[in-house]
């Protein structure tokens, strides 16, 4: 009976897996945790369960593998390398937009897009104009080129466009970055767009296409963030989501939740959980939508891991098996609001103990404290020691790390993705998922950029 059982189970089995080869997806939303490792992730779920009662992330219901980050210039690649392998399917050199190891331009899922005719949309917490939503929607031999970034952002028409940096799209003259004396502002008006540049704005309601920059550079950190000033990226997400909604060709969204990057750069703990813990927010938004949907893929990867962060480290010398999430939840504010003012400060000791929530300072604290009041260049990495020991939290890095970061997927081509994979390989296979021919496009575009350039 037994064996029966077994069987029927088996032949259920391969029938399920006959059967498991999900149709194409209408529209792909591609989720992007800038500089967000395995660690970060624990990090925010038990952030979650000790500070917020909450049991799981949204992520942790969805992750279906891995993915290897090396880019081909490097073991650790940059974000410019990180998001092309995503966008185009091509390892390249770190600093390249779009732009393969001998600099020619690679046609990218946002394009692939636009060329079936669908809605296309790109959300951010960076400069809109950053490395990765740059490499969906721009061509250009390194990342730092952002005037040229924004006016191809614009050229490609994409519809909805909503994130930080204002400035590289205004000229000097007008308060901007821009040598070149364009105002992609109103260009951006002339050409149909809804520009935006408040929340207040943003919250009375946008149509397509909108440009949405609610900063001239990167937004806040979620730990700093007002909400009268700044919306969410969960905020953001939804209203890209109805705004490209109504396509009958379907949509491409990338949201990237980028900041959880600059958090690690940094070092900054108690930023960096929020910005991860805000990203999850974001992903639910778009899980919300695919689920009702059903015929939406959703995708979330990291381009790499930022920090080398660890949960457990040496304290005096000895490793310390626990980390403590309640010493995060207490701090105030981001580094990029304390340290300036730490530098500033008659009493840096006091106003330490009040940003972080600290009723004391142990001994060893405050000689740390005393050296960085004697050093005020060393407040970052004095104020990074003393969370650290007490949360006891480790960096290793203030740049990328090489290790593999998380892969989540849901709706239909999900089952595709599960595994270990490298980032260009997962790339060619959301294209593959979208039937887009990411190679002929290329074609295309080269063939198109060899004209423009014989005129
Ligand atoms: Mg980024
Ligand atoms: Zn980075």
């Not at 809804?194 to 149509?207: E, H, M, P």
């Not at 937004?219 to 109805?242: C, F, G, H, K, Q």
């Not at 304390?338 to 009723?359: F, H, K, N, T, V």
Request: hydrophobic share 45%; with cysteine.
């Amino acid at each position: 009976m037994r064996w029966i059982l077994l069987f029927l189970v088996m032949l259920l089995g391969v029938g399920e897996g006959a059967r498991a080869q999900s149709p194409r997806p209408k529209n792909l939303i591609l989720m992007i945790a800038d500089g967000c490792g395995p660690a970060s992730i624990t990090m925010a779920r038990d952030y979650a369960r000790a500070v917020l009662g909450r049991e799981e992330l949204t992520l942790d219901a969805i992750q279906t593998g891995a993915v290897r980050t090396a880019s081909a210039s490097s073991r650790v690649t940059d974000s410019a390398a990180g998001a092309t392998a995503y966008a185009c399917g091509v390892k390249t050199y770190n600093g390249a937009i779009a732009v393969d190891t001998a600099g020619r331009p690679l046609a990218t899922l946002l394009e692939a897009a636009k060329a079936r005719g669908m809605a296309t949309g790109l959300v951010a917490t960076s400069r809109i104009s950053h490395a990765t939503p740059a490499a969906f929607a721009a061509h250009v031999p390194q990342r730092a080129m952002e005037s040229e970034i924004a006016a191809q952002m614009l050229a490609q028409r994409v519809d909805v466009l909503l994130g930080g940096g204002w400035s590289y799209f205004l000229p000097t003259a007008e308060g901007g970055r821009r040598q070149d004396g364009r105002n992609l502002l109103r260009e951006a008006e002339a050409m149909g767009y809804q520009v935006v540049r408040t929340a207040a704005d943003f919250r009375r309601g946008v149509r397509r296409p909108v440009l949405g920059l609610f900063g001239p550079s990167h937004l806040p950190y979620e730990i700093d963030r007002d909400p009268e000033e700044v919306p969410s990226l969960a905020e953001m997400t939804r209203a890209a989501l109805e705004l490209l909604a109504d396509d009958p060709d379907g949509f491409f969204l990338m949201v990237e939740g980028s900041r959880i990057d600059h958090a690690g750069h940094a070092n900054d703990a108690a930023a960096h959980v929020r910005e991860v813990l805000a990203y999850d927010e974001a992903v639910a938004v778009a899980l919300d939508f695919a689920r009702r949907d059903g015929q939406t893929l959703v995708v979330s990867v990291a381009d790499h891991e930022t920090g080398g962060l660890s949960l457990g480290r040496n304290v005096n010398g000895r490793g310390v098996y626990d980390w403590h999430p309640e010493v995060l939840a207490r701090v105030q504010a981001s580094y990029e609001r304390l340290i300036p003012a730490l530098r500033r400060s008659e009493r840096p000791d006091s106003l330490l103990q009040a940003w972080l929530g600290l009723d004391s300072l142990r001994a060893d604290e405050q000689a740390l404290v005393a050296q960085a009041t004697a050093e005020p260049d060393t407040w970052a990495e004095v104020v990074t020691e003393l969370i650290g020991r007490r949360a006891v939290v480790g960096w290793t890095s203030n740049g990328h790390t090489a290790v593999d970061v998380n892969l989540y997927a849901f709706g239909p081509g999900a089952e595709r993705l599960v595994g270990s994979f490298e980032n260009d390989e997962l790339g060619r296979l959301l294209a593959e998922l979208m039937g887009f021919d990411l190679p002929a496009l290329t074609e295309t575009l080269r063939r198109e950029e060899a004209v423009g350039e014989s005129h």
